[in-house]
């Protein structure tokens, strides 16, 4: 259906291009949306001759197919000054990967937690991936997933306090409190699933004094400090496991089979082909997908530093060089990215999963 607005006098004025620039999104013309709407239909009925998939992921995909396309609804907008008019496509709200959907909620939040939550102070980008074996698993157990995270923020916050008492000469950690933005990001480079987390943590405590709060800065942390925060999350992360019935060793296996593998055998086979990047259908079942690989220019590539903030303990992965001046806000929602030279704002932190993490 397309709704039509009040004809103006000047309805019949030839729309000019926007002088800020903006063009409707075309997903059509995009190589996502081609790749999907060329195989998906194969691919859907491959996964039905061997149980199906389940409706929610099969909406995901239908939805997307039908997100910004103006033959599936639209708006025509006018201006009433002026007469320039333009359609405006109907949007699904796709929460799975919309490249236009995500943006918009990522750009709100990203604006949101610039203005409204962090403080003007200096704040670190933490990095941390875990072990393979956790990956297809987290990438369906969200209550799991949320455990693991809740583990490296606390080990994290304690690592703040213990550091502020140390260099601040603070009477107990009890006195610091800190704070720290987290997201969830599901794939990597690769496009593997590769469940894993970033956060913006204030690099340093806030501290009560009489009626006010106080911050106090602290230097960056040398590897040891971080590959402590790695060896004592590791190790929250084995008794979490535990609890559940499963574990990091992998000659102690996992008591029973992820209740993904009960409930929906055919996405949990996806989930295990995604993590270990190979094909899960197809004349290459079984094989590693292919993918084009380009080297990085020989210039760009440099080792770590003896002493840098990174470390890696059991397969719990710690990066923590970028840090982000807080006082300047454009910079804070433009920090840079550790991986590339283009700038991502909290853009990166404010997914749709992104979560605000409070410290004690």
């Known amino acids: 259906m397309v709704h039509v607005a009040k004809k103006s006098a000047r309805a019949s004025i030839v729309a000019s291009p926007r002088l800020d620039g903006y063009e409707r999104h075309r997903p059509e013309d995009t190589v996502l949306y081609q790749s999907i709407a060329t195989h998906w239909p194969e691919f859907k009925s491959r996964m039905e001759e061997q149980g199906g998939l389940p409706l929610f992921v099969v909406r995901e995909f239908e939805q997307y197919l039908d997100c910004?396309?103006?033959?599936?609804?639209?708006?025509?907008?006018?201006?009433?000054?002026?007469?320039?008019?333009?359609?405006?496509?109907?949007?699904?709200?796709?929460?799975?990967?919309?490249?236009?959907?995500?943006?918009?909620?990522?750009?709100?939040?990203?604006?949101?937690?610039?203005?409204?939550?962090?403080?003007?102070?200096?704040?670190?980008?933490?990095?941390?991936?875990l072990p393979w074996g956790l990956r297809a698993l987290l990438g369906y157990d969200s209550e799991l997933c949320g455990e693991v995270l809740g583990a490296f923020v606390h080990e994290l916050s304690r690592s703040l306090k213990w550091r502020a008492k140390k260099v601040h000469g603070l009477s107990s950690m009890a006195q610091a409190a800190t704070g720290s933005v987290a997201?969830?990001?599901?794939?990597?480079?690769?496009?593997?699933?590769?469940?894993?987390?970033?956060?913006?943590?204030?690099?340093g405590v806030y501290v009560a004094d009489a009626q006010s709060l106080r911050f106090l800065p602290l230097p960056t942390p040398k590897r040891a400090e971080v590959a402590d925060i790695a060896r004592r999350t590791a190790e929250r992360v084995e008794k979490i496991l535990r609890a559940h019935g499963r574990s990091l060793d992998p000659?102690?296996?996992?008591?029973?089979?992820?209740?993904?593998?009960?409930?929906?055998?055919?996405?949990?086979?996806?989930?295990?082909?995604?993590?270990?990047?190979?094909?899960?259908?197809?004349?290459?079942?079984?094989?590693p997908t292919l993918r084009l690989i380009t080297l990085p220019d020989s210039n760009s590539v440099t080792d770590n530093?003896?002493?840098?903030?990174?470390?890696?303990?059991?397969?719990?992965?710690?990066?923590?060089?970028?840090?982000?001046?807080?006082?300047?806000?454009?910079?804070?929602?433009?920090?840079?990215?550790?991986?590339?030279?283009?700038?991502?704002?909290?853009?990166?932190?404010?997914?749709?999963?992104?979560?605000?993490?409070g410290g004690r």
């Not at 102690?252 to 899960?280: F, N, S, T, W």
Request: positive net charge.
């Open 305 to 357: 530093a003896p002493d840098e903030p990174v470390a890696e303990v059991c397969g719990v992965n710690l990066y923590a060089k970028q840090v982000v001046d807080g006082g300047n806000r454009a910079h804070a929602e433009t920090a840079p990215s550790p991986a590339r030279t283009t700038p991502i704002a909290l853009r990166l932190i404010a997914t749709p999963r992104a979560g605000l993490v």
């Open 183 to 203: 997201a969830l990001q599901r794939v990597d480079s690769a496009l593997r699933l590769n469940v894993h987390y970033h956060i913006l943590a204030l690099d």
């Open 251 to 287: 000659e102690q296996g996992d008591a029973e089979p992820m209740k993904l593998q009960l409930e929906h055998p055919v996405l949990a086979a996806c989930y295990d082909a995604a993590a270990r990047g190979i094909a899960v259908s197809g004349d290459r079942a079984g094989q």
């Open 68 to 129: 910004g396309l103006l033959e599936r609804g639209c708006l025509r907008l006018e201006c009433r000054h002026c007469g320039h008019s333009a359609l405006v496509a109907f949007s699904r709200k796709c929460r799975g990967f919309c490249r236009s959907c995500i943006s918009r909620r990522m750009c709100d939040l990203a604006v949101h937690l610039e203005r409204e939550v962090l403080p003007e102070v200096p704040i670190r980008h933490w990095i941390c991936s």
